[in-house]
């Protein structure tokens, strides 16, 4: 028996259309009794399929404790005015909402019932803002990021508290700013990434005797005081001398350290009074360090991140010999080589996930990945993997590379995007049953690698883009039976039409390629709902994948080649270049 | 009474006469009638519901006998009103249905 079933159907069916919402709310003006959660689940519902008009709000307003309206940019002065006469809101989110100014603040000042604000990037807020804000006098947690508030609005925050979070990042925040807030000795979370605070500003840090989590990124600072109590410290892009230097006996035992982009006069004197006890989360990446030795001590690490440092082969010994606790480790974009693979190999008995994405590695460092028994998640995208090797001297006696991947037990995310796999050193990857997400994003692949996804049993996500892919191959495709996703953006042959075909063949699948989006605003049109916006919320966003159709390219012959061959031929003809033994594998019945 | 059936009585004071079978589709219902004591709702077999309305305890009945029979195919969708959403939502609610 399903739980909470008639409730579901009831929410579902109150959300359906605005007509059903127009029935019952004529029957009452508030929910005084509806249960939060209930009020809640029905709220969100209907803001996703945007059924909320300002007006509605009343009706919740005895029983809705949290509002979620990030990025909505009609929220104007009407809806804010209905939310000021919510009861018991505890927490509204309004970040990214570019109809919030100044004056729309107004209806929420003296709400006692809020405790968490978040306003970030409303870029109309300045600092009359705060002072409808500074009402609010139960505030805990306060978001004003990228607004355009100045250090004089930042001064009047210190009447503020109760705060125990505040995120002023990308905010001109001054020393003599800093200097007026130190009154609010609740605050455990401080953002001050890109302010005007100097090294002495820092020093007075130490006034906050319960801050946990620190973000000075891209700020003046050098060198940052003792701060007892910090567990998280963000010091990216900083120019960093010295990390806790300074007076006590009790230094923090972080756990968290990030110096994305940091440079060091000189890094052992910089971390020399860090407790590293305790220390599991490391980023590197992009920072200038050219000497690694002093990772030999932080042995908690668990997340490692050097990518796009300077990482070669030579540095990597430090690593090695630090990693055994390691779960995450990221070497994308460095120089290392297979020998690096060589020398972690047996070293990394915990190893979750490895990106390799854009270093040196080519397929001879597979077989040490076999020696890092836990990976769960590889990424080899943009490398030189080709999928097969050449025994010496012959150039014509290929050696399949990928198989050793199935002595990878806990294998489960896999990613040769942007690689030179071709569809013949692809299919022995039929083998890695354990499969769950496999991305591909090559013009090498063609229709016979849709057999080889077939023979995936658990396969979830399935990503295959930019191949030359055939509307006849997409229908002949037997997707494996747990196929949530497949992603086709960028297969240029693949027309509107094979798309519908295989969305109504396997509606349980969500596929996104171009003409998906084409789709969907028809079927709207269709069904005349001008009223409403367009539900694009299926829909994965395209983000900047602009499609081009390539079929330019192409004479008009090999266009009619490309799209009549049927696939099976193609298969046949592949088959006969697989090895023996893999032959076998594939002598399942073809559907 | 007979021993397979239970009487649910509305705020109104309309008695419904329904499977125990089906009323067990309720957790709170079937709570109140597994649960061990001597509660007066089980040695009646009748339970009463103050807060419900007639109308939206005949609904719930009705969902009840669908649920039993239909819940677990997909040949048949439960109706319902856009005017009683809310307040079989909260009858639903209760009921733990």
Same mark, same amino acid.
């Given at each position: 028996?399903? @739980?909470?079933?008639?409730?579901?159907?009831?929410?579902?069916?109150?959300? @359906?259309?605005?007509?059903?919402?127009?029935?019952?709310?004529?029957?009452?003006?508030?929910?005084?009794?509806?249960?939060?959660?209930?009020?809640?689940?029905?709220?969100?519902?209907?803001?996703?399929?945007?059924?909320?008009?300002?007006?509605?709000?009343?009706?919740?307003?005895?029983?809705?404790?949290?509002?979620?309206?990030?990025?909505?940019?009609?929220?104007?002065?009407?809806?804010?005015?209905?939310?000021?006469?919510?009861?018991?809101?505890?927490?509204?989110?309004?970040?990214?909402? +570019?109809?919030?100014?100044?004056?729309?603040?107004?209806?929420?000042?003296?709400?006692?019932?809020?405790? %968490?604000?978040?306003?970030?990037?409303?870029?109309?807020?300045?600092?009359?803002?705060?002072?409808?804000?500074?009402?609010?006098?139960?505030?805990?947690?306060?978001?004003?990021?990228?607004?355009?508030?100045?250090?004089?609005?930042?001064?009047?925050?210190?009447?503020?508290?109760?705060?125990?979070?505040?995120?002023?990042?990308?905010?001109?925040?001054?020393?003599?700013?800093?200097?007026?807030?130190?009154?609010?000795?609740?605050?455990?979370?401080?953002?001050?990434?890109?302010?005007?605070?100097?090294?002495?500003?820092?020093?007075?840090?130490?006034?906050?005797?319960?801050?946990?989590?620190?973000?000075?990124?891209?700020?003046?600072?050098?060198?940052?005081?003792?701060?007892?109590?910090?567990?998280?410290?963000?010091?990216?892009?900083?120019?960093?001398?010295?990390?806790?230097?300074?007076?006590?006996?009790?230094?923090?035992?972080?756990?968290?350290?990030?110096?994305?982009?940091?440079?060091?006069?000189?890094?052992?004197?910089?971390?020399?009074?860090?407790?590293?006890?305790?220390?599991?989360?490391?980023?590197?990446?992009?920072?200038?360090?050219?000497?690694?030795?002093?990772?030999?001590?932080? +042995?908690?690490?668990?997340?490692?991140?050097?990518?796009?440092?300077?990482?070669?082969?030579?540095?990597?010994?430090?690593?090695?010999?630090?990693?055994?606790?390691?779960?995450?480790?990221?070497?994308?974009?460095?120089?290392?080589?297979?020998?690096?693979?060589?020398?972690?190999?047996?070293?990394?008995?915990?190893?979750?996930?490895?990106?390799?994405?854009?270093?040196?590695?080519?397929?001879?460092?597979?077989?040490?990945?076999?020696?890092?028994?836990?990976?769960?998640?590889?990424?080899?995208?943009?490398?030189?993997?080709?999928?097969?090797?050449?025994?010496?001297? %012959?150039?014509?006696?290929?050696?399949?590379?990928?198989?050793?991947?199935?002595?990878?037990?806990?294998?489960?995310?896999?990613?040769?995007?942007?690689?030179?796999?071709?569809?013949?050193?692809?299919?022995?990857?039929?083998?890695?049953?354990?499969?769950?997400?496999?991305?591909?994003?090559?013009?090498?692949?063609?229709?016979?690698?849709?057999?080889?996804?077939?023979?995936?049993?658990?396969?979830?996500?399935?990503?295959?883009?930019?191949?030359?892919?055939?509307?006849?191959?997409?229908?002949?495709?037997?997707?494996?039976?747990?196929?949530?996703?497949?992603?086709?953006?960028?297969?240029?042959?693949?027309?509107?039409?094979?798309?519908?075909?295989?969305?109504?063949?396997?509606?349980?699948?969500?596929?996104?390629?171009?003409?998906?989006?084409?789709?969907?605003?028809?079927?709207?049109?269709?069904?005349?709902?001008?009223?409403?916006?367009?539900?694009?919320?299926?829909?994965?966003?395209?983000?900047?994948?602009?499609?081009?159709?390539?079929?330019?390219?192409?004479?008009?012959?090999?266009?009619?080649?490309?799209?009549?061959?049927?696939?099976?031929?193609?298969?046949?003809?592949?088959?006969?270049?697989?090895?023996?033994?893999?032959?076998?594998?594939?002598?399942?019945?073809?559907? | 009474?007979?021993?397979?059936?239970?009487?649910? &009585?509305?705020?109104?004071?309309?008695?419904?006469? &329904?499977?125990?079978? =089906?009323?067990?589709?309720?957790?709170?219902?079937?709570?109140?009638?597994?649960?061990?004591?001597?509660?007066?709702?089980?040695?009646?077999?009748?339970?009463?519901?103050?807060?419900?309305?007639?109308?939206?305890?005949?609904? &719930?009945?009705?969902?009840?006998?669908?649920?039993?029979?239909? =819940?677990?195919?997909?040949?048949?969708?439960?109706?319902?009103?856009?005017?009683?959403?809310?307040?079989?939502?909260?009858? =639903?609610?209760?009921?733990?249905?």
């Amino acid at each position: 028996m399903e @739980e909470g079933g008639l409730v579901r159907r009831c929410i579902e069916a109150a959300a @359906e259309s605005a007509k059903s919402v127009e029935k019952w709310r004529r029957q009452r003006r508030t929910l005084e009794r509806l249960p939060t959660q209930l009020a809640d689940a029905l709220f969100r519902l209907l803001h996703h399929r945007r059924l909320l008009y300002p007006s509605l709000l009343e009706i919740f307003q005895y029983c809705l404790e949290e509002v979620d309206f990030h990025g909505e940019n009609c929220i104007d002065a009407e809806w804010m005015a209905y939310l000021g006469g919510f009861r018991y809101l505890r927490a509204l989110n309004l970040a990214g909402c +570019r109809g919030i100014n100044n004056s729309v603040l107004w209806s929420i000042t003296g709400m006692v019932s809020l405790k %968490d604000l978040d306003i970030s990037r409303c870029s109309k807020i300045t600092d009359a803002g705060i002072e409808h804000i500074l009402s609010i006098s139960n505030l805990e947690r306060l978001c004003i990021s990228e607004t355009r508030v100045t250090s004089k609005g930042i001064i009047r925050l210190s009447s503020l508290v109760n705060l125990r979070s505040l995120d002023l990042g990308g905010l001109p925040v001054t020393d003599q700013a800093i200097d007026s807030l130190k009154v609010l000795v609740q605050l455990e979370y401080l953002d001050l990434w890109g302010s005007e605070i100097t090294n002495e500003g820092s020093l007075l840090f130490t006034r906050f005797p319960r801050l946990a989590h620190l973000n000075i990124a891209w700020t003046e600072v050098n060198c940052l005081p003792n701060l007892p109590s910090l567990i998280h410290l963000n010091m990216s892009n900083c120019s960093i001398h010295s990390i806790f230097q300074g007076h006590g006996p009790v230094k923090p035992s972080l756990s968290e350290l990030l110096v994305h982009g940091a440079t060091f006069a000189d890094v052992d004197q910089a971390f020399s009074y860090l407790n590293i006890d305790h220390l599991s989360v490391l980023d590197l990446s992009s920072s200038a360090i050219s000497d690694f030795n002093f990772l030999v001590r932080m +042995r908690s690490l668990e997340r490692l991140d050097l990518s796009s440092s300077l990482m070669t082969d030579y540095l990597i010994t430090p690593v090695a010999s630090t990693a055994f606790k390691l779960r995450d480790l990221n070497l994308s974009n460095t120089k290392i080589t297979t020998q690096s693979m060589c020398i972690l190999a047996g070293k990394v008995p915990n190893l979750e996930k490895l990106s390799l994405s854009e270093s040196m590695i080519d397929d001879t460092s597979l077989q040490y990945l076999t020696l890092m028994p836990s990976l769960r998640t590889i990424d080899l995208s943009k490398t030189g993997i080709q999928g097969c090797t050449y025994a010496e001297g %012959d150039r014509l006696a290929k050696i399949w590379s990928l198989p050793v991947l199935q002595n990878l037990d806990s294998l489960e995310i896999l990613n040769l995007e942007g690689t030179r796999v071709r569809d013949d050193s692809l299919h022995p990857l039929g083998l890695l049953k354990g499969l769950k997400h496999l991305y591909l994003k090559s013009d090498f692949l063609s229709d016979v690698s849709f057999h080889t996804m077939s023979s995936l049993p658990d396969l979830r996500v399935l990503g295959f883009q930019g191949a030359v892919l055939t509307n006849n191959g997409l229908l002949s495709f037997r997707p494996p039976e747990r196929l949530q996703v497949l992603d086709l953006r960028g297969c240029w042959l693949l027309s509107k039409d094979g798309i519908s075909s295989f969305c109504g063949a396997f509606p349980q699948i969500k596929v996104k390629h171009e003409s998906v989006q084409m789709l969907h605003l028809d079927q709207s049109q269709k069904l005349g709902s001008s009223k409403l916006k367009p539900d694009l919320t299926q829909c994965e966003p395209l983000g900047g994948h602009h499609f081009t159709d390539e079929r330019i390219k192409y004479s008009r012959e090999e266009l009619m080649e490309l799209t009549s061959s049927p696939p099976s031929d193609v298969l046949a003809g592949s088959l006969s270049l697989l090895p023996v033994a893999l032959k076998k594998a594939d002598d399942r019945p073809e559907a | 009474m007979e021993e397979d059936t239970v009487k649910l &009585i509305s705020a109104e004071g309309f008695e419904f006469v &329904i499977d125990k079978k =089906a009323a067990m589709v309720s957790q709170t219902i079937r709570n109140m009638f597994t649960s061990p004591g001597n509660f007066s709702e089980t040695r009646l077999g009748e339970v009463t519901f103050p807060e419900i309305s007639t109308p939206i305890l005949e609904k &719930i009945c009705q969902y009840f006998y669908w649920h039993l029979q239909f =819940a677990s195919g997909k040949e048949s969708e439960f109706h319902i009103e856009p005017e009683i959403t809310l307040e079989l939502m909260m009858a =639903a609610n209760y009921l733990h249905t």
